[in-house]
């Protein structure tokens, strides 16, 4: 099945710097890369995905990559701000008969320091 | 739109007991929702899949006969933690798919914590 690794585990920048989280994944067949956003004790929240078709995306002050070849995908945060700070997770997709199974990389914990 | 609500939020119970988790697409039919377990610093893993009215799919690993799960409708899905030990405090946290939404999309519930003493 999809294995997904995810680096680093903690991630601290200035604020106002940029941070890079990345990701691989085993499975070639994935198609869908989406990124979560998880405040302590709060549910995730999508903050982009990317399809398999699509080498970059970019919404604001977030951009994600994906590298299809490579089997590795990217988030890039610029011009962090304090509430950028939680844990984030990246997870690649599936198709297997119906619905798509999330698989979950190890979670990265970034903190902005002000 | 696509809201996922969860209840209870959080529970405390004594080891041998059995809990009930609700998780509720308000405002829109799943056909499909999640179950995942999150350990403290930990990441989501999926339990099982289920589908309304069908069995569920579960993980390996995941014990069906202690998790059980119900999809009985097309907006409720219930996980019940049968004979809870310490060992299953965790966060549980349910996801929904819309019908005829985007296969891929995922919207989460806000999670229950359970604590078994």
């Known amino acids: 099945g999809e294995n997904v690794e995810q680096h680093p585990s903690t991630l601290s920048v200035q604020e106002g710097d940029s941070a890079v989280i990345k990701c691989t994944y085993s499975d070639s067949a994935s198609n869908y890369f989406p990124w979560y956003k998880q405040e302590l004790g709060k549910r995730p929240q999508l903050i982009i995905d990317i399809r398999s078709n699509v080498g970059e995306k970019k919404d604001q002050r977030i951009a994600v990559t994906l590298n299809k070849t490579a089997k590795h995908f990217s988030l890039h945060i610029t011009e962090t701000q304090p509430e950028d700070s939680a844990v984030y997770f990246c997870a690649a997709s599936t198709p297997n008969q119906g619905a798509q199974k999330l698989v979950f990389g190890q979670g990265t914990r970034l903190t902005i320091n002000p | 739109g696509a809201v996922v609500s969860q209840h209870p939020s959080w529970v405390i119970c004594k080891s041998g007991t059995s809990v009930k988790i609700e998780c509720r697409s308000l405002?829109?039919?799943?056909?499909?929702m999640f179950w995942y377990r999150q350990f403290p610093k930990q990441s989501l893993m999926l339990m099982a899949t289920?589908?309304?009215?069908?069995?569920?799919?579960?993980e390996q690993g995941v014990e069906k006969d202690k998790f059980l799960i119900n999809h009985a409708s097309l907006t409720l899905s219930t996980l019940t933690v049968t004979s809870a030990h310490p060992e299953d405090s965790s966060f549980y946290i349910c996801?929904?798919?819309?019908?005829?939404?985007?296969?891929?999309?995922?919207?989460f519930g806000p999670g229950t914590r359970l604590l078994v003493l």
């Open positions: 405002d829109f039919q799943a056909t499909t």
């Open positions: 289920s589908n309304e009215g069908s069995k569920a799919t579960y």
């Open positions: 996801s929904a798919r819309a019908l005829g939404g985007l296969k891929e999309t995922q919207y």
